[in-house]
Every structure is written in structure tokens, then in C-alpha cells.
């Protein structure tokens, strides 16, 4: 007769999981949120550092991004074999050599690459039908392109050909449009050129040409090829003369051996750089110092002979994104340092709640005779079996959602693997941790019986040290190294010894505040302040949870909050107000009526006339042995340019400083005694004195005495100044209007420059929404800004499961005694406020301590954060005058600690609405542990 089998017991895992699935399912999803973040934040950086590096070399100008290489043929070889050198098949099949011999990984763009035949010097023309602005003969450069028709279009005329000899009428060219137009050049021109016998060199131009796309390599390189320029000669009288190009036909390009232009062979090579990632900016620099006096020229003269040379500005366009790079990597790291450790402290509390929930199941195992070595590895296989699969599908989600050009996988798999090793091991490494000794059954687990052993003091102590020690560092030399982790992590360390305070000192403010209460009539609030000061669930995890999401929301919002004020002071520098008009010459008087029309233009709300001379020459106190010196003069009218400095933020002054003397005016021509007062920056000042000094400017000649310095004045990027009132002023002619609008400072940009082009079309409007929008440019601002975005986000986020798992943890004990007072006749208002006023003075504590810490953060980290990369673009010049340090936003400090206040009171009420709603009977079972 067969046996029957016997049945098994069912696994632990799957009986586990089914006992609690919601648990588990609720646990999971934190998983995959987390291992999300952790996954997708190294694909997002390497994303917008990537585009950010094809944006550096895409945007900059050709003329400097390009690769150029030339080569000089030798003058010692026979003419004829000379002018072979310069025959378009032989510059093809060079060029062909070129590009394969290139160091990787630069890569040449054959688009926007072109080759051909320069002269290096200019030629004179003399030729009587050329256009001559001051009588002097034009000077051309001779340049033979390829592939000219496939980037110019012919208006007139046709094509350039001719013959290697230049025989048959000489070389043919043709020339663009504007050089035509400004140099008096038509279809069938000749013009002649030096020869090297002594004899002129025609070149007739058979066609006009209308380049296409002048902003790409192709022309951009050389602007000359399509856009003529004035030159002076160099004379104590200075006289202006034309320099423009002649396209030869490369057909042609032998015969420029005949003139006195020196000829070369070059070719100019556009960088391609969307094959590569930001890790290879280390290589491509690498490269380009090769190639420019390394082991790569000496391939590339192989090919081009012993003349050649190799030469661009790559080099500084990459050294100018990296430091960009840098930059913006050291205050991102602080962010993800801070959103890192919210999210680990999440992950332990969450553990630390289904060890308490589990903690007599525990303790029953243990009194069994399990080991600890059992338990944990049971817990560690349930927790797995969520962790692992959640981290899995976060991965799989960062991979399809994040990143994009240059997203690297394996960053993300660490990041991913780390959040799973960390969800997996928290709740056995807790659970061994709590029974690997016997517990007694009742034991008290708040903080009356709580005492801080000396492992716990000693643990505190070195986390105190490292964070002096990192904010020492952050304060000294800032964020200029990426890899420096120590001052990346010292929000989040000043953050945990805050913690540790807050733990420390929280019972005494409440046994504090219980004994006035205890003598009120009602036991609600005494009640309420001592299960607050001994609940668990002010332990430190909470507390800490807090504390580090309020720090990198304030932390974040006030760096979201600085780069845009960064960014505004440097739009207002740059245009001064709102709106700027100024004439087609910066120095020019405006003409009349403009002003009235601007005026009339809705939206506007003030127009400050300003008079600007520029270059003033200053005297000394010092004595005539002082080294010259020059500073715009400006004049103003003192009350409107007092409100806009007001509005602006940029040097403002009280309108009684600049008090007209009554003695301006053209009546006043020659009165040089009179004395007006001046605002002076700090070096003008200081060569002034402080006693009056004479000015002899166009404007008039007057003295000035400094009776006020500022560092910075608006509408002027210049770091010197000296401004004074235009009332005062001899010769006044405002030079510029600075024009205020509404409240938000919009204004009707087309309206305004539709009045202002209806006065004068030589007029220019500058808009500081303009400006402002054009220092947003790089993907690595925008991204980084992404960034802070979302650890604002995250941060609030982890901050509301944090209050909700402290609360939760507590939950049944708060349950089991508000069943039992409603048995002593507590009604459920009175519950409601028990429950309330307990959770409250936690939730306060919490608020409070993070609005101190992350004001105490921000203003001992400030001095090394620079926000002048993530701001702008790039750094100008006049970013030095900013006031660019981090300071705290008072929106970033005070909404999410009121959040976490009114959450936590909204959470207890409705727990104690919950509970009585349930009723008594079933918290109140004879024999129930709790």
C-alpha cells in the first residue's frame, strides 16, 4: 500500500508575504521611487554634461573651434613644379590623407570643412574704379575654396574657372555681395594685383555670389571671404582704406604663385564632437596638445611636409566647459549628498517600523532557540524578495525615462544595487541587532529609559569633527573639486549633529513646559507633554529624516532663489533698467522726441535720461607723475535714477547726494571754479580724494568732489564710473534712455522698439528679458537646475513618508490607550486633542530645527558656493562686481517646515478619528499583549 506523502510546511518568504501584502506592496513601491532617483540622477548628469559639451564646441565661433592645418611650399622648388603643388586634385587627395591622420577622437565635420589656397599677405589694387574712402588704394587677399557653388549662391555673372597658368586673360574670381557693394566691384571687373616679375596680375571677376548660412565654419571661419572691413593706415593722421577677398577658381590657384601674396595650401576642418561623451573631454584635450606640438603633428607633417603646422582655440573652448563642468559638478554633488541621505534614513526608519512591529514575534523566535544567524537570514530573504525585483523595475524605468546622449548604465546599476543592498539588509541587520541579547517582556522603549551609551557619544563626537572639518574646508577653498566628498556631505553632516542636539535636549523644553500645565484644570495637556518627551517616535531616525529633507529643500530653493538673482543683477548691469535705447554709437546724443515717445509707450512707468562720456581723463591728488587713468563720466536726473537704483539693487544713493548747484547750463562755458558732487567708484574715489578735483570732459569743465562711493551703478558694466547731475553739466545731450516698466518690469518690446525705429532707425532697444534669457544657454545650467528641482521634490516627499512613518510606528500604542481612556470617559474631542497635542511638539521641534539648520547651513557653506557657472553662461567680466554669495530664501525655510507642522496635525486627527470610529472592544481583549 502506497504511503502519502507528507505534506510540507509552507516557505517562511511566500507565508510572509501573504500575511502582510499590503506591507510588503507599500514597502516595494519606496523601493522603486528610491532605486529610481538613485538610477536616473548619474544618466541625468552624464546626459546635460554630455550635451552641455556638444553645445560648448557647437556654439562657439568657427574661427576658433576650427582645425586649421597649412603648410608652405617651398620657394626653392621651380615655378612649375611649385604651382603643381596648388592644383585642386593634389589639395583633394591631401585633405583625403588629412582626415584618417587626425588623433582620435577628434573627427572632422566634412560639412562645414573646406581646403584651398591663401595668400598670407595682402595685395594693393590699384586699380582707379575701386572705391577709396580716404583715397588709399584697397588691399585684397586671394582665396581659392572648394566646393565654393555648394555654399554661395550666384546673383551674377558666372562661376569662376580658368587655368592652372593663369594664361587666357589671368585668374577669374568672383566676389560676395557686400564686397561688390562696398568696394565698387562688378561683373567683368579686373582688378590688377602685384607680380613677383614686377608685372600687375589680372584677375578678372566673373561672378557675385551671395554666401549661405555665414553664421557655419565654412564662411564664419574667415569673415573676410564675404564681409569687407575698413583698416586704417598707420599714420599720426590715420586714413581708412578696403580689405576685402577675391574667390579665385581653385582652377586658378597655381597662378597665385605668380603674385606677391605669399600663397599657402590650408585645410580647415570643423570639429565633429557628437560621436563623443563628456568622459572624453580628457582625451580630446589630450589630442588637440598632440596635434599641436606632440607625436600627432609629427604623423600629420608626414602628410603635409616638413612646413606644416597645426593649429585652434579647441583647446581653450574645452579648458572654459570644463571648469563649467566642475563647477556645476561640486554644487549638484551637494544635492544629491543631501536627497542620498534622506532617502537612506527612510530606509532605515521603515525597517525600524517592521522591527517594532515584528518585535514580539522576534523575541518569541529567540526564546526558542533560533539563532541569530537564522532570524537573519529569514528576514533577509523576505526583504529581498521585495527589495531586489523593486530595485530592478526602478532600474529598468531610469534607463527608459532618464538620460540620453552619454547616459552611462553602470553608474546606474551601482546606484540601483546600492538602494537594494541597503532595503535588503535593513531590517535583518536591525532585528539581530535588537535580540541578540534576551529582552524582558514590558520593558520600557521610551526615552526615560533611554541612556546615551559611550559608543553613541563616541560616534556623535567624530560626526561633530567631520563636520567642522568639512565646512572648514567648504568656507576655505569652496567647491572646486568635484571629487572632494567630504565638503560635498556637509549640509547633510552639520544636519546629523543637529539631530543629535535635538534628541539630546528635547525633554527638557517639554518636562519644562509640563509642570506650569499639570496645575490647569483637565489632564489633556499635561497628559500630552509627558507621553510627548518619553514617546520613541522622537527618536533620532525621524528627527534626522526631517531635519536633512528641510536642510536640502532650504539649501535647494536658496540656490534656485541666488542663481536667479545672479542672473537678474547681471541682466540689469548689462541694459540698467528694463529697457535700454541707445544709438547706433554708444557715446552719440540721442535725437529729440524720444524720449516723449518711449514715455508713451503702454506699459512704461519711468524713463531715466542718462549722458554718458566715455573715456575721461582723471586727475590725480597724487601729483602729474601719476600714471594716467580714464572712467565714463555719466550724467543723470538724481530722483528718477535714485528710483531705479532702488529698484534695481545696483548702486543706490539718496537723491540729496547729487543737489544741482544752480551753475550748469551753457551759460556756465569756461566757469571752472564751480564745485558739484559726484559718485565715484572705489578706484576713482580713491584717485580723487577728497578734495575737489578739475574735469575737463566735452560735457564741460567743472570740479567734482566725491561725496559718495559705490561699487557698481546701473546700466554700466564698466567696474569705474563717476556720475553726476546732468543738471550740472555745461553741454548736456542724453546719450541713453533707461526705461523702467510695471511692477514685473514687462514690458511691450515690440511696441517699444516700433516708437523708438519711428524717430531714428539707427536706434537699438536692449531688453533685459533678452539679456537675462540669453545667460540660460547651456544644457549643464539647465540640467543642473533640473536637478535641484527635483531634490526639492524628493525631498519633500521623503519628508512626508518620514512623518508618516514616525507617526506609524506609534500608531498602536496611541490606539490601545486612547481606547482605554475612553473607557474613563475621555470623549473623542478630547482624544482628537490628545492625539494631536502629542504628535504636535514633535512635529514643532522638527520644523523649527530644520528652519535653524538650514539657515545655520546656508550661511556657513555660502562662502564657498559659486553660483556665477550655474548662473550665467558663461563668466563675464562684469559677473566680478556681483553679489553672488548664497544667502537663505525665507520661502525655501519656512513652507515646508509649516507643511510638516500642519501634515502632522492633520495625520494625528485622523488616527483619532479612526480609532473612534472603530471603537473599544477590540483594543481591549483580556490577555492582548499590548
Not at 529 to 550: D, K, T
Not at 904 to 922: C, E, L, N
Amino acid at each position: 500500500m502506497p504511503r502519502k506523502p507528507v505534506r510540507s510546511v509552507a516557505p517562511w518568504v511566500r507565508t510572509r508575504l501573504r500575511t502582510a501584502p499590503g506591507a510588503a506592496f507599500a514597502y516595494g513601491l519606496l523601493v522603486l521611487v528610491t532605486a529610481f532617483l538613485a538610477a536616473a540622477l548619474p544618466r541625468t548628469v552624464d546626459t546635460y554634461e554630455t550635451e552641455g559639451l556638444w553645445h560648448a564646441v557647437g556654439s562657439a565661433e568657427p574661427r576658433t573651434s576650427a582645425l586649421t592645418l597649412t603648410t608652405d611650399v617651398p620657394s626653392s622648388l621651380a615655378p612649375e613644379a611649385r604651382a603643381a603643388e596648388f592644383a585642386p586634385e593634389k589639395l583633394r587627395a591631401i585633405r583625403d590623407e588629412l582626415l584618417p591622420a587626425l588623433p582620435a577622437p577628434l573627427r572632422a565635420d566634412p560639412v562645414g570643412s573646406a581646403y584651398g589656397v591663401r595668400t598670407t599677405k595682402r595685395l594693393t589694387a590699384p586699380d582707379p574704379f575701386l572705391t577709396r574712402p580716404d583715397g588709399v588704394a584697397p588691399q585684397f587677399v586671394l582665396d581659392a575654396p572648394s566646393d565654393l557653388a555648394g555654399h554661395a549662391t550666384l546673383t551674377a555673372g558666372r562661376m569662376p574657372r580658368g587655368t592652372a597658368d593663369g594664361s587666357a586673360g589671368g585668374m577669374e574670381a568672383a566676389v560676395s555681395t557686400k564686397t561688390a557693394k562696398a568696394i565698387g566691384i562688378r561683373v567683368g571687373s579686373v582688378v590688377h594685383v602685384p607680380g613677383v616679375d614686377g608685372n600687375p596680375k589680372p584677375v578678372t571677376v566673373t561672378g557675385i555670389v551671395e554666401p549661405r548660412g555665414t553664421e557655419g565654419p565654412y564662411w564664419a571661419t574667415e569673415p573676410v571671404l564675404h564681409d569687407p572691413f575698413l583698416d586704417a593706415t598707420k599714420e599720426d593722421e590715420p586714413r581708412y582704406y578696403w580689405v576685402g577677398t577675391l574667390l579665385v577658381s581653385p582652377e586658378s590657384a597655381p597662378a597665385t604663385v605668380g603674385t606677391l601674396g605669399e600663397p599657402e595650401q590650408y585645410w580647415r576642418f570643423a570639429p565633429d564632437v557628437r560621436h563623443l561623451t563628456a568622459l572624453d573631454t580628457e582625451r580630446l584635450t589630450a589630442a588637440l596638445d598632440s596635434a599641436g606640438d606632440g607625436p600627432a603633428l609629427v604623423k600629420l607633417r608626414d602628410v603635409l611636409g616638413a612646413g606644416g603646422a597645426f593649429g585652434t582655440d579647441l583647446d581653450e573652448i574645452l579648458a572654459g566647459y570644463a571648469g563649467t563642468r566642475t563647477a556645476i559638478a561640486s554644487v549638484v554633488a551637494v544635492a544629491a549628498f543631501g536627497i542620498g541621505a534622506v532617502a537612506l534614513v527612510v530606509l532605515a526608519m521603515t525597517g525600524s517600523l517592521f522591527t517594532a512591529r515584528r518585535h514580539h514575534e522576534l523575541a518569541l523566535l529567540r526564546s526558542r532557540g533560533a539563532s541569530l544567524t537564522g532570524i537573519g537570514g529569514r528576514l533577509l530573504a523576505e526583504t529581498a524578495a521585495i527589495a531586489v525585483p523593486a530595485a530592478a523595475l526602478g532600474l529598468l524605468l531610469a534607463v527608459l525615462l532618464a538620460g540620453g546622449a552619454g547616459a552611462r548604465l553602470l553608474p546606474a546599476c551601482a546606484g540601483a544595487a546600492a538602494v537594494a543592498a541597503v532595503a535588503s539588509l535593513v531590517l535583518p541587520v536591525r532585528a539581530v541587532f535588537l535580540h541578540r541579547r534576551p529582552q524582558l517582556h514590558g520593558g520600557r522603549e521610551d526615552l526615560i529609559g533611554a541612556r546615551p551609551s559611550t559608543r553613541r557619544t563616541v560616534a556623535e563626537l567624530t560626526f561633530l569633527v567631520l563636520a567642522v572639518a568639512a565646512v572648514t574646508a567648504l568656507r576655505r577653498r569652496g567647491t572646486g573639486d568635484s571629487g572632494d566628498y567630504l565638503v560635498s556631505a556637509a549640509p547633510v553632516l552639520v544636519a546629523l549633529i543637529a539631530a543629535f542636539a535635538l534628541v539630546r535636549l528635547y525633554p527638557l523644553p517639554l518636562r519644562w513646559a509640563a509642570r506650569p500645565i499639570r496645575r490647569l484644570r483637565g489632564a489633556i495637556g499635561f497628559l500630552s507633554l509627558a507621553r510627548a518627551g518619553r514617546s520613541s517616535a522622537s527618536g533620532a531616525l525621524p528627527l534626522l529624516a526631517l531635519l536633512l529633507a528641510l536642510t536640502t529643500a532650504a539649501f535647494g530653493g536658496s540656490v534656485l532663489t541666488g542663481v536667479s538673482d545672479v542672473r537678474d543683477t547681471a541682466a540689469y548691469l548689462a541694459t540698467g533698467a528694463d529697457a535700454r535705447v541707445v544709438g547706433e554709437l554708444a557715446s552719440a546724443p540721442l535725437p529729440a522726441g524720444v524720449a516723449e515717445k518711449v514715455r508713451g509707450v503702454p506699459g512704461v512707468r519711468e524713463v531715466s535720461p542718462v549722458q554718458v562720456e566715455y573715456g575721461l581723463e582723471l586727475p590725480s591728488h597724487r601729483g602729474t607723475s601719476d600714471h594716467g587713468m580714464g572712467a565714463p563720466l555719466i550724467g543723470v536726473e538724481p530722483a528718477s535714477y535714485t528710483r531705479l537704483a532702488a529698484r534695481t539693487g545696483i548702486g543706490g544713493f539718496p537723491a540729496g547726494l547729487l543737489k544741482a548747484t544752480g551753475t550748469g547750463g551753457p551759460g556756465h562755458v569756461g566757469d571752472n571754479a564751480r564745485v558739484i558732487p559726484a559718485i565715484a567708484s572705489p578706484r576713482v574715489a580713491e584717485r580723487l580724494g577728497d578734495k575737489p578735483m578739475e574735469i575737463t570732459a566735452a560735457a564741460g569743465r567743472f570740479h567734482v568732489k566725491v561725496v559718495a562711493v559705490r561699487t557698481a551703478t546701473p546700466g554700466l558694466p564698466d567696474k569705474e564710473f563717476l556720475v553726476v547731475n546732468g543738471a550740472d553739466l555745461t553741454n548736456r545731450a542724453a546719450t541713453s534712455l533707461l526705461v523702467t516698466g510695471g511692477k514685473d518690469g514687462a514690458l511691450d518690446g515690440p511696441a517699444l522698439r516700433s516708437a523708438v525705429s519711428g524717430v531714428n532707425q539707427t536706434l537699438q532697444v536692449v531688453l533685459r528679458a533678452e539679456r537675462r534669457a540669453a545667460y540660460v544657454d547651456s544644457p549643464m545650467q539647465t540640467g543642473a537646475e533640473r536637478i535641484y528641482r527635483a531634490a526639492i521634490g524628493a525631498g519633500a516627499g521623503y519628508a512626508v513618508l518620514a512623518v508618516l512613518l514616525s507617526l506609524l510606528q506609534a500608531a498602536p500604542e496611541r490606539t490601545t490607550l486612547l481606547a482605554r481612556l475612553r473607557t474613563m470617559g475621555l470623549t473623542r474631542r478630547q482624544g482628537r486633542q490628545l492625539l494631536g497635542l502629542e504628535a504636535l511638539p514633535q512635529a514643532v521641534l522638527a520644523a523649527v530645527g530644520g528652519v535653524l539648520v538650514g539657515w545655520a547651513t546656508i550661511a556657513l557653506l555660502s562662502p564657498g558656493i559659486d553660483l556665477i557657472r550655474l548662473a550665467l553662461a558663461a563668466a563675464p567680466d562684469e559677473a566680478m562686481a556681483l553679489g553672488t554669495a548664497l544667502r537663505a530664501d525665507g520661502w525655501s525655510l519656512a513652507v515646508p517646515a509649516v507643511a510638516v507642522v500642519l501634515l502632522t496635525g492633520a495625520v494625528a486627527g485622523t488616527q483619532a478619528w479612526w480609532v473612534a470610529r472603530r471603537g473599544s472592544i477590540k483594543e481591549l481583549r483580556a490577555g492582548d499583549a499590548r
